[in-house]
């Protein structure tokens, strides 16, 4: 079960997420369970797999600011970074990127268990 230390640990900026729920310790451990099971992080691999960077740039920016909104550090980071690529439509390897955010996306998942 997902806590406020292992969320620390992890990486995320739990005080600055805690304040954007009011203080609400509950609410931000539920929002954190749901950006868990989001199925836009499959969405973006498959995208940028099948050369569909329009598609790719919507779900990586739509991830970007659910887990920003949640101060999860660990995965916004590489968030912004393949968005901001994406943006430009930028012709490059994006496997490392998507091989970070996906890897910290499966650290989060076994907090949630």
């Not at 806590?3 to 990486?11: F, N, P």
């Not at 609400?24 to 940028?48: P, R």
């Not at 990586?60 to 901001?84: C, M, R, W």
């Not at 955010?101 to 268990?113: F, Q």
Request: charged fraction near 30%; hydrophobic fraction near 35%; charge should be negative.
């Amino acid at each position: 079960m997902i806590t406020i230390d292992a969320l620390k640990e992890y990486g995320a900026n739990v005080d600055e997420g805690l304040s954007r729920c009011m203080g609400n310790e509950a609410l931000y451990l539920k929002l954190v369970g749901i950006i868990s099971s989001e199925d836009k992080f499959e969405t973006l691999k498959e995208s940028i797999e099948s050369k569909d960077l329009d598609g790719a740039f919507e779900s990586a920016h739509a991830l970007k600011g659910a887990v920003g909104n949640l101060s999860l550090t660990p995965l916004y980071d590489p968030l912004v970074q393949i968005t901001e690529l994406l943006r430009s439509r930028e012709d490059t390897d994006y496997s490392e990127l998507i091989t970070e955010i996906i890897n910290k996306k499966t650290e989060l998942d076994n907090l949630c268990k």
